[in-house]
């Protein structure tokens, strides 16, 4: 269980970095909206504000995710040790919800791709690679997910056969 207690700590750790990180670029971008606004700042400065915080999260995602590594490296051998009740419910709604993501950026590609069939083809191209991006790092998710789960209930499973008295 070693394994999955140390994911689910990585996982609290990435994603209240990434919340603060989300909640940092959306201030930077009232400031600039604002400021255009008002006339304090050029419009056209909104362009530049928009590439200098997605190079600013780029830069500090990969210091996140590495930070994260060191921090919660990640074992080398199997996890064989049982799971309780909660943290198999655990898996299985991270399971269902990453699977829900799936379903939700697939429905978005389709859609994406018909109502901009007509546009650009660059910007057509990039949203396609990211969202297949997306789907591809999801779907990894879940078969590590699931792949955890399976050993884990197998290793339940030869407790469980070993536990019982032989009647020989």
């Given at each position: 269980?070693?394994e999955?207690?140390d994911y689910?700590?990585r996982?609290?750790y990435?994603?209240r970095?990434f919340?603060?990180l989300?909640?940092?670029?959306?201030?930077?971008?009232?400031?600039?909206m604002?400021?255009?606004m008002h006339?304090?700042?050029p419009p056209?400065?909104?362009?530049?504000?928009?590439?200098a915080?997605?190079?600013?999260?780029?830069?500090?995602v990969?210091f996140?995710?590495?930070s994260?590594?060191?921090r919660?490296?990640?074992?080398?051998?199997p996890d064989?040790?049982v799971l309780?009740?909660a943290?198999?419910?655990?898996l299985r709604?991270?399971?269902?919800?990453l699977?829900t993501?799936?379903?939700?950026?697939?429905?978005?590609l389709?859609?994406?791709?018909?109502?901009?069939?007509?546009?650009p083809?660059?910007?057509l191209?990039?949203g396609v690679?990211?969202?297949?991006?997306?789907?591809?790092v999801?779907?990894?998710?879940?078969r590590?997910?699931?792949?955890?789960?399976n050993q884990?209930?197998?290793?339940?499973?030869?407790d469980?056969?070993?536990?019982?008295?032989r009647?020989?």
């Amino acid at each position: 269980m070693g394994e999955i207690a140390d994911y689910f700590r990585r996982e609290r750790y990435i994603t209240r970095r990434f919340s603060l990180l989300v909640l940092a670029g959306m201030a930077v971008f009232l400031c600039v909206m604002l400021g255009s606004m008002h006339g304090y700042i050029p419009p056209s400065s909104l362009i530049w504000a928009v590439v200098a915080v997605a190079l600013a999260v780029a830069v500090a995602v990969v210091f996140i995710l590495k930070s994260a590594k060191e921090r919660f490296p990640i074992s080398s051998g199997p996890d064989d040790l049982v799971l309780d009740k909660a943290t198999r419910r655990k898996l299985r709604r991270r399971i269902l919800l990453l699977q829900t993501f799936v379903v939700f950026y697939g429905t978005g590609l389709l859609a994406g791709l018909w109502h901009s069939r007509q546009g650009p083809k660059l910007a057509l191209l990039i949203g396609v690679a990211v969202n297949l991006l997306m789907v591809l790092v999801l779907i990894k998710s879940i078969r590590r997910l699931k792949r955890k789960m399976n050993q884990a209930m197998n290793a339940d499973f030869f407790d469980r056969v070993q536990s019982v008295p032989r009647t020989d």
